[in-house]
């Protein structure tokens, strides 16, 4: 089965910086490509950023210039590194693998005014 498990998640203040990891199981992991998404208290998921097989990424507008995806296939990770968080990045954070519908069970990201 697939399996993700991410990490890092916590309490900031805003302008303060995490970095969460999501550890990816029973797929060819170098080959696919990863997403994180969020969901804050009463809205939908959305998509926060992607990264290709081949490392190009996407981001969402709202996280652009603060947030950096990254991969390591020897390990089988994506990290994302967010900085300058802001009170609006709050949510619950997942890790996804669009090819299979994989998610993980969330990590909360919460920054504080």
């Known amino acids: 089965q697939v399996q993700l498990v991410e990490s890092g998640g916590g309490l900031v203040q805003a302008g303060g910086s995490l970095r969460l990891s999501c550890a990816a199981s029973?797929?060819?992991?170098?080959?696919?490509?990863m997403g994180w998404y969020r969901q804050a208290p009463g809205k939908q998921r959305e998509l926060v950023a992607t990264i290709s097989s081949g490392g190009n990424t996407n981001y969402a507008d709202s996280v652009k210039g603060r947030f950096t995806l990254s991969r390591d296939n020897a390990k089988n990770t994506v990290h994302l590194q967010m900085n300058s968080l802001k009170p609006e990045d709050t949510a619950v954070y997942y890790c996804?693998?669009?090819?299979?519908?994989?998610w993980g069970q969330g990590t909360q990201v919460t920054v504080s005014s």
């Open positions: 029973g797929i060819i992991f170098r080959i696919n490509t």
């Open positions: 996804n693998v669009a090819k299979f519908d994989a």
